[in-house]
């Protein structure tokens, strides 16, 4: 896995982490809903009696459950991202790949803030980036 590509998962995570809270949006919603009423007659001994919204609060309670797992894992994540970030030596490759990778800002809005032209943070992005993948590569044949 290249410097990117490890940098980059805790934007996924995060992602996945607003995509299981619309669904657990979605199903507080339904089980907040009322059902209609069937009033044919059931003679199904093996038919679920339980009402519908039981369904939707155990779907709720899963989602939750999953939900602070992701958030704890993205906690550990964001962590360990922010320890190698900041073993850089240089304090603007360390400033790029923080607002870039874990305050998911734009281009223009790191340009912005560190009083830099886009084109020179694309280079400064570009340089700590390579300087990360050398001291990932380090690390990988030192675990070895």
Not at 5 to 22: G, H, M, T
Not at 43 to 61: G, H, L, T, W
Not at 64 to 74: A, D, F, R, T, V
Request: charged share 30%; glycine share 2%.
């Amino acid at each position: 896995m290249n410097a990117k590509e490890y940098l980059s998962k805790a934007r996924r995570l995060d992602v996945q982490i607003k995509f299981d809270l619309r669904e657990l949006e979605h199903w507080r919603d339904l089980s907040a809903s009322i059902s209609g009423c069937n009033f044919a007659p059931h003679y199904n001994a093996s038919r679920n009696i339980d009402p519908p919204f039981v369904k939707c609060i155990d779907k709720i309670v899963d989602l939750e459950e999953k939900i602070q797992k992701e958030i704890n894992s993205l906690i550990l994540l964001k962590t360990e991202i922010l320890e190698k970030i900041h073993s850089l030596e240089n304090v603007d490759h360390q400033s790029v790949l923080e607002l870039r990778y874990l305050s998911y800002q734009t281009w223009e809005q790191i340009a912005e803030e560190l009083h830099y032209s886009i084109r020179w943070i694309y280079k400064l992005h570009g340089k700590a980036l390579q300087e990360l993948e050398e001291k990932m590569e380090v690390e990988e044949v030192g675990t070895l």
